[in-house]
């Protein structure tokens, strides 16, 4: 029986993705043996998908969308195929160290908490992250503070765990498929009082050429006042 499904959401991550893969089975193996990987390629046009086929476990299943339709829509097809009690939401690049994912793992399943989320700005993490990156993520929190009332430090880091039965109606409702998924599914966990913890991590950031740039900055502004819109009704 399947416990616990790690969901990777992959967009030409060629480059670190099959190591990455295979420190989190080497680790799950050990630490939470009945679990599952599911890789969802969003229409990458690299060698992503040959590459996590490259790892030779049968834990894991990769399913490949034909073109890119954004992180937010592959979070909630993956969350659909995930057969677990414990889902994780993980980014591709590895900047996780996979040994901290028990925190959040077992933040749930001591049944404390409905979601975990890493807090890149909590006093206990160790982040070695860029200033842009740095100054963009602490904007963004302050507007959404300021747009929704909301109290959490950080809604975007690429780490997240959930117990599945009392969140799938949210996913479920989460319109937005791209960066803001996270933003709404927070927004729309707390309006109906879920149990939310933040938790420290540690974070390499590994990507150093992708991320956020002013056009990808200037659309996630626009979609999060589609969000303000949208529960101002």
Same mark, same amino acid.
């Given at each position: 029986?399947?416990?616990?499904?790690?969901?990777?959401?992959?967009?030409? *991550? *060629?480059?670190?993705?099959?190591?990455?893969? #295979?420190?989190?089975?080497?680790?799950?193996?050990?630490?939470?043996?009945?679990?599952?990987?599911?890789?969802?390629?969003?229409?990458?046009?690299?060698?992503?998908?040959?590459?996590?086929?490259?790892?030779?476990?049968?834990?894991?299943?990769?399913?490949?969308?034909?073109?890119?339709?954004?992180?937010?829509?592959?979070?909630?097809?993956?969350?659909?195929?995930?057969?677990?009690?414990?889902?994780?939401?993980?980014?591709? !690049?590895?900047?996780?160290?996979?040994?901290?994912?028990?925190?959040?793992?077992?933040?749930?399943?001591?049944?404390?908490?409905?979601?975990?989320?890493?807090?890149?700005?909590?006093?206990?993490?160790?982040?070695?992250?860029?200033?842009?990156?740095?100054?963009?993520?602490?904007?963004?929190?302050?507007?959404? #503070?300021?747009?929704?009332?909301?109290?959490?430090?950080?809604?975007?880091?690429?780490?997240?765990?959930?117990?599945?039965?009392?969140?799938?109606?949210?996913? #479920?409702?989460?319109?937005?498929?791209?960066?803001?998924?996270?933003? *709404?599914?927070?927004?729309?966990?707390?309006?109906?009082?879920?149990?939310?913890?933040?938790?420290?991590?540690?974070?390499?950031?590994?990507?150093?050429?992708? !991320?956020?740039?002013?056009?990808?900055?200037?659309?996630?502004?626009?979609?999060?006042?589609?969000?303000?819109?949208?529960?101002?009704?």
């Amino acid at each position: 029986m399947i416990k616990h499904s790690i969901i990777i959401p992959a967009y030409n *991550e *060629e480059a670190g993705i099959k190591g990455y893969l #295979s420190n989190l089975t080497r680790f799950f193996d050990v630490k939470f043996p009945n679990y599952e990987i599911i890789v969802i390629d969003d229409g990458s046009k690299d060698s992503t998908v040959k590459e996590v086929k490259a790892v030779k476990s049968s834990k894991i299943n990769c399913i490949k969308f034909s073109k890119n339709q954004g992180k937010g829509k592959a979070l909630k097809y993956g969350f659909t195929q995930a057969q677990g009690n414990v889902v994780v939401f993980l980014d591709a !690049g590895g900047d996780f160290p996979p040994k901290q994912i028990s925190n959040f793992v077992k933040a749930i399943e001591q049944d404390k908490f409905d979601i975990a989320i890493a807090n890149k700005w909590d006093k206990r993490s160790r982040v070695h992250y860029s200033l842009k990156r740095k100054i963009f993520s602490k904007i963004f929190s302050k507007i959404n #503070s300021i747009l929704f009332k909301i109290n959490f430090s950080d809604t975007q880091a690429g780490l997240k765990a959930l117990n599945k039965k009392r969140t799938e109606n949210i996913i #479920s409702k989460v319109e937005n498929n791209g960066f803001v998924f996270d933003l *709404e599914f927070l927004i729309l966990a707390s309006k109906n009082n879920l149990k939310i913890v933040e938790l420290p991590v540690v974070l390499n950031w590994k990507n150093k050429k992708g !991320g956020i740039n002013l056009k990808t900055a200037l659309k996630m502004f626009q979609q999060t006042l589609v969000l303000k819109k949208r529960f101002a009704k």
